[in-house]
T-cell receptor
Framework: AQKITQTQPGMFVQEKEAVTLDCTYD???????LFWYKQPSSGEMIFLIY??????QNATEGRYSLNFQKARKSANLVISASQLGDSAMYFC?????????????FGAGTILRVKS | EAQVTQNPRYLITVTGKKLTVTCSQN?????MSWYRQDPGLGLRQIYY???????DKGDVPEGYKVSRKEKRNFPLILESPSPNQTSLYFC???????????FGSGTRLTVV
């Protein structure tokens, strides 16, 4: 089974509007972390936001927030007030425990295009 | 500046010619890892290392080797590259049991 599923291969959003990028995950480890990364056309991986499995509140970082629904195993990224510079590939990733090698497991990604 | 440095950024090579992609971090991280990125598949782990002289296979290790002789360096070796290893490669590092991963800038490899 896929550990990280991003069901939206591509999304369009109008500039200044909010957009939600979906991510569902699958793990039996009670301790895990969820990440979102942005990859612009230049190729580098830019860390956006992190949510720990024991965190009581949803993570926020500026215009980015993570809608964490633990029972549903979803960790959707919400970008408020979209900007043209937000056009990029977005990856959801999960870290399981150190015993699992501390590795990040990535989803296939969602390409976001912001329209002016 | 805390960073992970990969070299080269771009490489075109021919089938069968051994190559090494270097990775170095200056943050004293125990954990280092290599990923490859292919369209529609996201990033997949090739090899990882939990500390010096401790390495293990990730999800797609075939055709690759690694070594970890020093804490800061984690080179990726392709002994006999093939066209199906054409990909974008990332090195990443982190502290044990911590959640911040630092990625290198990526190496775009083309094997013809």
């Amino acid at each position: 089974a896929q550990k990280i599923t991003q069901t939206q291969p591509g999304m369009f959003v109008q500039e200044k509007e909010a957009v939600t990028l979906d991510c569902t995950y699958d793990t039996s480890d009670p301790s895990y972390g969820l990440f979102w990364y942005k990859q612009p056309s230049s190729g580098e991986m830019i860390f956006l936001i992190y949510q720990g499995s024991y965190d009581q509140q949803n993570a926020t970082e500026g215009r980015y927030s993570l809608n964490f629904q633990k029972a549903r195993k979803s960790a959707n990224l919400v970008i408020s007030a979209s900007q043209l510079g937000d056009s990029a590939m977005y990856f959801c990733a999960m870290r399981e425990g150190w015993e699992s090698g501390n590795k990040l497991v990535f989803g296939a990604g969602t390409i976001l295009r912001v329209k002016s | 500046e805390a960073q992970v440095t990969q070299n080269p950024r771009y490489l075109i090579t021919v089938t069968g010619k051994k190559l090494t992609v270097t990775c170095s971090q200056n943050m004293n991280h125990e954990y280092m890892s290599w990923y490859r990125q292919d369209p529609g598949l996201g990033l997949r782990q090739i090899y990882y290392s939990m500390n010096v002289e401790v390495t293990d296979k990730g999800d797609v290790p075939e055709g690759y080797k690694v070594s970890r002789k020093e804490k800061r360096n984690f080179p990726l070796i392709l002994e006999s590259p093939s066209p199906n290893q054409t990909s974008l490669y990332f090195c990443a590092s982190s502290l044990r049991d911590r959640d911040g991963y630092t990625f290198g800038s990526g190496t775009r490899l083309t094997v013809v």
